[in-house]
């Protein structure tokens, strides 16, 4: 193959993937964690063979499309002041659970681990993943003498986000203001 | 009907629902959501018209047993000191958390609710009930002056529970340290 067709078989592999993990997001958000690799195949015209060489089993199929919606629900942000990266982490996160797929996601991805121990785990990395876009910025603050040397800052996110991550679990939203107010509670308790 | 013989039958009544709500938890926990009615009669001994008449669907049926794990689980704490009530009830969290039915239930019930907008509403009834355990204290607190009156006494405790309930959806758990650390934290945070 010469390097062009390299490229577009790069290029189709991506948007087959791109296919099939929308594909199984929209299943999730409209049926909860039931689905099946058949139905995904069906939905997405994609033929079931591609699915499963990628994603050899269903719970690895709706690991990579959550992890492909966090990635893109809630971007990295790069801003030289670490308070206002955290606040803008923070509102995206808020605005990502508002969203109608927000909390019917979350609950479908809580349905799945009730039943696979596998998920379990995958939701932790998850969280951990994602939480270190946020850890990044607050690691730099406590380094600039903001937050206490003594306090993990994952404890401090979860202290922003996780009740954020609840609420959307119970079908309640969190506005932008609120989202303020937990950053600036978390921060103000981990300060020096 | 006597007295004698109507508080007998109130006691057999209670007893009745004692076996239909534990049984409903143990199997809540051993498989997740995907319980039927039919199988909490057989593994319960009582008869399914005896659990019919009580909770008419499956869903109240997983809601007062989950009612009745949460009261029995974490117990309200009496104590002329706020900070240490508030104290007592986190690491209370925390360790019906760390239980082995802590994590499946939790996971069990957000299954249970991705595919039922009415157990979603339950729950946040539920945890809006449970958190009022808590509030109490952190009101008191803050008519003492320990606490910011324009911070709500919810979100406090939502930043110092809810950490624990995502790690324990993630199959992580909290320990009594880290409970009194979130305690520590939140209140700092909050603080005049």
């Not at 993990?21 to 039931?34: C, F, P, Q, W």
């Not at 969203?99 to 121990?117: C, D, E, H, K, T």
């Not at 404890?155 to 506005?175: D, F, K, Y």
Request: glycine residues 6%; hydrophobic residues 50%.
């Amino acid at each position: 193959m010469t390097a062009a067709e390299q490229t577009a078989v790069r290029r189709r592999g991506a948007a087959v993937e791109a296919t099939v993990l929308d594909t199984t997001i929209a299943l999730l958000v409209e049926r909860g964690s039931a689905i099946a690799v058949d139905e995904v195949a069906e939905a997405s015209g994609v033929h079931k063979t591609t699915i499963y060489r990628r994603y050899p089993t269903r719970e690895l199929l709706i690991a990579a499309a959550i992890r492909r919606l966090g990635e893109t629900a809630v971007p990295a942000v790069v801003d030289a002041d670490p308070r206002a990266a955290v606040l803008q982490l923070a509102r995206s996160v808020a605005g990502a659970l508002r969203s109608p797929q927000g909390g019917n996601i979350l609950r479908a991805v809580m349905a799945a681990s009730a039943a696979s121990p596998e998920l379990v785990a995958f939701a932790d990395d998850f969280f951990r993943d994602r939480y270190a876009l946020a850890t990044e910025h607050l690691a730099r603050l406590a380094a600039a003498g903001g937050l206490r040397a003594d306090v993990d800052p994952v404890v401090v996110w979860e202290q922003i986000v996780n009740p954020m991550h609840v609420r959307a679990l119970c079908g309640r939203a969190t506005s932008d203001a609120e989202a303020e107010q937990l950053v600036e509670l978390a921060l103000r308790g981990a300060a020096v």
